[in-house]
């Protein structure tokens, strides 16, 4: 089939203004549902008591029923005496007050005589008696139309007699994933073979959101399959989602399935990542065409989802938080799109600091860790680092005020502190951006990280980390709190074909994958280079750059490389085999102040706990001789 192009690519707010638009006749769908099972869902009409609560008059404290005009004289000079079934009764807390009795002294303002009680201040009137109706009165609204019930709001409907109530029925969507490579999560991957996963994502923001996802079977890349599935879906669902196939490739069929359906509103919007969307109608009911990679149909979701499933549900969009804060690197961007870029969020001396995480389509985890959206509008080329960004928040404040924030060199042991110190503090976590040790440094100068993982070699001398420290920070105060040594070394294939066995092996021949720039194993490649007599110039994949230990790791497990500098538990996690270069230390760096902090303080407990070394144990070629130590620089 010949390759479809974009029928227009518009401004996100006019494309979903218009889509939305087209469905502004949408009328609610009701139903009625028990009051016992209403929690969070939304009155599709006003509520009126059936009854009236209290709907006797009843005391309100443990005393004695009286008849108010009989306390009238009563006073500390001239006590009233009141005798029992003459002028009282005994009551608890609930009891009935039927006439003559209209009012309850309690028990501690009464004096008891051998005739009675005595009391010396006049009562009134329904004084400690829950009369009826002071909570609800029979025929008054309970509730309005459009309100989300809460637990209080069940508990008062019980009350008032309703035990069934109108809501607006929750809007069904059909979830269509596409694509000839994808596979259920419960098969085996293959090489060629993706686990599909949008569709359970999708599913779970449908409830999220108020909804009902309704997941169908994974449709081939067939234009009469897709065809069919739509037009399935659109008869038993109110919204549907098709994923995958929505851009201009070769095998992307949703535009032609939707246009033969039905009508096509907006084919391709200017945001990143996400531009490939689909908003159609078909048989007069919303159908999505989302792209396939998750960042993209996540963020698209939110943006063109959820504003529809809000118009079946009769109620306005969430308000995300928003805050201010300083950019730790400049993004560069295109005057083409609108950019989401996903951030981490920390606290540092009281600024709000956001590091950009992955950007790339695919890069789901960066979802998982981002705590916020920084969004790079349509008419700017980019932001540059230290500008104040507005941050979209998809965490709560309160959490990231308890992030220690960690920026520099990578290690798998950082994801071990960060559980650790979730699980011993329960409100403390750390946020590691992983762009090498001279950046982190770089970081830490301009105060925008609290620690830098660094293992930066000083070629005079073979030490690790103080001469740079001395040299960046010559009129600070500063501190390394010392953490691993770890091998150093070459990550190569299981049974090690190509025989390596030190940096001279690496021949022009050989596939290199390398760290970035200002990484401590470049610095530490570079210096064994440089002794070696081998020019950076001579390995093929010098310039073939990732930013972790086990981005490396990966790379010689799938072939992409054949060999890379990297640590040992890397290669161990992957089962590869590892030939030894050195064994290296890699420590933090801060401010000596910072030692003062409640979050370093902490981090400082867990590097020291047995906990935490015994999992060094289990990860493999790590030692931790002076572990937790603190050295002035």
């Known amino acids: 089939m010949k390759r479809n192009l974009y029928l227009n690519v518009q401004e996100k707010n006019e494309a979903l203004e218009q889509f939305l638009g087209a469905f502004d006749h949408i009328l609610p769908k009701k139903e009625r549902i028990p009051v016992t099972e209403s929690l969070g869902r939304v009155t599709g009409e006003a509520v009126f008591a059936r009854y009236s609560s209290p709907s006797y008059n009843f005391c309100a404290m443990d005393g004695i029923a009286v008849i108010s005009s009989h306390t009238r004289t009563a006073s500390e000079e001239h006590p009233v005496l009141l005798k029992y079934e003459t002028d009282y009764l005994d009551v608890d807390t609930g009891d009935m007050i039927l006439p003559p009795y209209d009012a309850v002294i309690m028990a501690e303002d009464l004096i008891e005589s051998d005739e009675g009680y005595k009391i010396i201040a006049p009562t009134h009137p329904f004084s400690h008696v829950r009369s009826i109706g002071e909570d609800i009165v029979a025929k008054e609204m309970i509730l309005p139309s459009c309100h989300k019930i809460r637990a209080i709001d069940i508990s008062v409907l019980l009350s008032a007699g309703i035990h069934e109530i109108t809501v607006i029925k929750k809007p069904v969507v059909g979830i269509i994933p596409t694509g000839d490579e994808m596979i259920d999560y419960t098969c085996q991957p293959e090489d060629g073979r993706i686990i599909e996963t949008n569709s359970w994502m999708f599913a ?72 490939p969307v689909i908003l159609s109608k078909v048989k007069d009911k919303p159908v999505i065409g989302l792209p396939g990679y998750p960042v993209s149909s996540y963020l698209t979701f939110t943006e063109f989802v959820i504003p529809v499933m809000n118009l079946y549900l009769q109620r306005k969009g969430k308000e995300y938080k928003k805050v201010r804060a300083k950019l730790s690197k400049t993004l560069m961007s295109s005057l083409k799109y609108e950019e989401y870029v996903r951030v981490k969020l920390g606290l540092v001396e009281g600024e709000l600091i956001a590091s950009p995480l992955e950007r790339g389509a695919g890069a789901s985890m960066s979802l998982v860790r981002a705590d916020g959206f920084c969004v790079i509008p349509q008419n700017k080329e980019g932001i540059l680092a230290h500008e104040e960004v507005e941050v979209k928040l998809v965490k709560d404040m309160d959490q990231i ?69 001395r040299e960046m920070f010559p009129d600070e105060q500063m501190v390394i709190i010392k953490g691993v040594r770890r091998r150093q070394g070459l990550i190569v294939k299981k049974g090690n074909p190509l025989g390596f066995q030190s940096i001279q092996d690496i021949t022009p021949e050989v596939r290199y994958i390398n760290r970035q720039r200002g990484a401590g194993t470049r610095v530490l490649l570079d210096y064994m280079l440089k ?19 086990m981005s490396v790791a990966v790379a010689v497990q799938k072939d992409n490389a054949d060999v890379g500098m990297g640590i040992y538990s890397s290669a161990r996690a992957l089962d590869l085999d590892f030939v030894d270069v050195t064994f290296e230390e890699y420590d933090f760096v801060t401010y000596a102040d910072y030692l003062e902090l409640p979050l370093v303080q902490e981090f400082i407990n867990v590097l020291k706990s047995r906990d935490f070394q015994d999992k060094l144990d289990a990860l493999g070629g790590y030692s931790y001789e002076e572990i937790g130590k603190i050295v002035y620089v």
């Not at 002794?531 to 230990?549: K, L, R």
């Open 204 to 275: 779970n923001l449908v409830t999220e959101n108020d909804g009902i996802g309704r997941r169908y079977p994974i449709i081939r890349d067939d234009l009469e399959r897709i065809k069919k599935a739509i037009l399935e879906a659109v008869d038993e669902c109110d919204i549907v989602i098709i994923n995958a196939g929505s851009s201009a490739g070769r095998d992307d069929y949703t535009i032609h399935a939707v246009r033969e359906l039905g009508e096509v509103l907006t084919h391709g919007v200017a945001i990143k990542p996400g531009k």
């Open 401 to 469: 005020k308890h992030t220690l924030v960690l920026t520099g060199s990578h290690d798998l042991i950082l994801d071990v502190i960060n559980d650790l110190m979730m699980e011993e503090s329960k409100d403390m976590c750390l946020s590691s951006t992983h762009v090498g040790s001279m950046s982190g440094l770089i970081a830490l100068k301009k105060k925008e990280t609290h620690l830098v993982p660094s293992h930066l070699l000083d070629e005079k001398d073979g030490s690790y980390n103080l001469a740079i420290t």
């Open 531 to 549: 002794n070696a007599g081998i020019s950076p110039m001579d390995i093929q994949g010098y310039e073939h750059e990732v930013t972790t230990h």
